[in-house]
């Protein structure tokens, strides 16, 4: 990341350095599986670099985060606008020199707010559980994709190539340091645009602007109670990996109303769908989001 590169340069193993990862560690998740790697490789950076579950109330996660101190927190942009909302509460103490976002896309409303409330600078990347580093900031905010280890190529909807300059319906991604599982032009299904210039700060990787997930996170509680937040990528691991629903849909209807849909039909849906009522309320009730009503439909997708 470019923020405090001057430091690095001087201490370039972050000895003194505190990281921790906030988001999924209870599966086969890419980004912890990958922490969890580097944790083996290098002993020394046990104590250092940790993880902690974004599933845990928003209480119990700064308290968390306040025990460890971290200097470095990486995590999803929906997530860092959880801690920036904790800290404004005055229930998050901790004070990181970094926040470090990626997964999701960062827009530069949410950056302003999270530097604004945490005091720290955000440093953006994009990649994929298919190839986790794509992708990252340059001191000027601009994605420089890693094009020596990846092939990424913008289509439109046809799977046609679109020039520079332009956004395309979707992305085809070919991972050139996989050799154990190769990926071939396999479709990310993001959109994204190669910018035709070079970028000021002087490298000759490429310039990318990425619309990827931009899911809406959840805001639950009854008129003068405190609204519990749920971001979405723990509304989908619980779904997913709770209930083992991936064809899905949840739309909130009101402070404690959510609508559940699924496009699956007869008896898969109907066990599909107990499954995922039973995990997302026992979640949502665990956060302390009491009197949820979740309505479920199938058969139809929006």
């Avoid at 899911?215 to 405190?226: E, F, I, Q």
């Amino acid at each position: 990341p470019a923020a405090r590169s001057l430091e690095r340069l001087m201490n370039p193993w972050g000895l003194g350095q505190r990281f921790v990862f906030v988001g999924a560690t209870g599966g086969h998740f890419a980004s912890t599986v990958s922490i969890e790697r580097l944790r083996r490789l290098n002993p020394t950076l046990s104590l250092s670099l940790r993880s902690v579950s974004f599933l845990q109330s928003s209480e119990a996660l700064a308290a968390q985060l306040d025990a460890l101190r971290p200097t470095v927190v990486a995590t999803y942009p929906s997530v860092a606008l959880l801690l920036a909302e904790e800290r404004l509460a005055g229930r998050l103490h901790a004070v990181p020199q970094e926040i470090w976002t990626g997964g999701e896309e960062l827009s530069a409303t949410r950056r302003g707010f999270v530097q604004q409330a945490l005091g720290c600078p955000v440093v953006d990347n994009y990649g994929a559980s298919e190839f986790l580093t794509l992708a990252s900031e340059c001191r000027h905010g601009r994605l420089h994709l890693n094009s020596d280890w990846a092939i990424l190529e913008s289509v439109d909807a046809e799977g046609r190539a679109v020039p520079p300059g332009e956004r395309g319906a979707s992305s085809l991604l070919t991972n050139l340091a996989n050799h154990v599982q190769p990926l071939i032009r396999y479709d990310l299904g993001d959109r994204v645009r190669q910018d035709p210039d070079a970028c000021p700060c002087g490298s000759a990787l490429p310039v990318i602007e990425v619309e990827g997930r931009n899911d809406d996170a959840l805001r639950l509680g009854r008129p003068g109670a405190r609204a519990v937040y749920v971001p979405p990528l723990a509304v989908s691991t619980i779904l997913e990996d709770d209930a083992g629903l991936f064809d899905f849909q949840l739309v909130q209807q009101g402070p404690c109303e959510l609508l559940l849909r699924t496009g699956l039909q007869g008896k898969a849906a109907v066990d599909g769908l107990r499954r995922a009522r039973l995990a997302l309320s026992a979640y949502l009730q665990h956060l302390g989001a009491e009197g949820v009503h979740i309505h479920c439909k199938s058969g139809e997708r929006e």
